[in-house]
């Protein structure tokens, strides 16, 4: 069977369980009572409350699996990212500053996450460029700093709301699914189909940039405005992950090293591809394992992914 569509069958194999996971337990029968509308509670808990978390978990997953992939091979640097970079920075510093200017969840936050993503890109590119170029590795460098800055912003912000705005936005910022709903899910889908789009549209020209700047204007590329396209796409990306389930850390850093482990994938959008999907699985994974917690208590998904980081840098780090 195609590795793509063996990831495909783990991660609907997650989402099922995903369904089935929760806090209250629910016999077999009532799968089927909430499938023919016999049961209103059942259908309630799992069609209005797991599964539209469980959706949002991975199409979160596979915009920040898509984004860092895209990150890595643009600029060649397996440790480039959008949280590296300052990017999922920026768009936290967004959500936080539309919330803190009294926008409620929805269209402002996402709004939000968008503009601040943006910034955190031009910053980045701007201060990266010398003499009409832009260096992969000053890009990262720069994008580590601006990280910084826009994390101190976000907590200043932070510092600024009343108590009870400022443990919804921390919890935020911590990476949670709580209480999504289907308005999440179509609008991680909507973004999903539109930057898969776009990085499918450009995967030629992702192509010509991992040979190296010269050898990809010598063979007729446009290498500035190629790089600027992809990183805008890659950007989008990472702030629609943003903007529904808030910084997961990690995901977008792992999700391309560990597609690589499981082979080959050849072109770009295969690449690309089985990264978005692998950071599906990662996210939904995480997801369940929070909602299982510890002693009852729900834990934050952001804080399974970052805990997750340990063991792939310190043991599990592919080697190029």
Known sequence: MNRLALLVLALSTLILAGICVGEVDLPA????????????????ILWELRLPRILTAAGAGAALGLSGAIFQMVLRNP??????????????????????????????????????????????????RREGRTSPLRLVLVGIGIAAAFGAGAVLLL??????EAADAQRWLAG??????????????????LVGSAAAAMARALALLELGDDLAATLGLGVERARLGLTFVAVLAATAA???????????????????????????G??????????????????????????????????LTGLWAVPIFCGFWPAK
């Not at 510092?159 to 009870?164: A, H, Y």
């Not at 903007?243 to 792992?254: D, E, K, N, Q």
């Open 270 to 303: 295969a690449r690309m591809a089985a990264a978005g999907i692998t950071g599906a699985l990662i996210a939904t994974l995480a997801d369940l394992l929070a909602r299982i917690g510890i002693g009852g208590i729900q834990l934050p998904v952001g804080a």
């Open 242 to 268: 943003v903007s529904v389930a808030g910084p997961l850390p990690f995901i977008a850093l792992m999700a391309a090293p560990l597609s690589r482990r499981l082979g080959q994938w050849g072109a770009p």
């Open 159 to 164: 510092s600024r709301l009343p108590l009870t």
């Open 29 to 44: 029968s009532a799968y089927w009572q909430a499938l023919t509308g016999e049961s209103p509670s059942a259908r309630l």
């Open 79 to 128: 440790l480039a990212s959008p949280d590296v970079m300052g990017f999922t920075s920026g768009a936290a510093f967004g959500t936080v500053l539309a919330l803190r200017s009294g926008g409620a969840a929805g269209i402002g936050t996402s709004l939000g996450a968008a503009g601040g993503g943006l910034a955190a890109a031009a910053l980045v590119f701007g201060l990266s």
């Open 176 to 193: 949670s699914l709580v209480a999504r709903d289907w308005h999440h899910v179509r609008q991680i889908a909507l973004s999903l189909v």
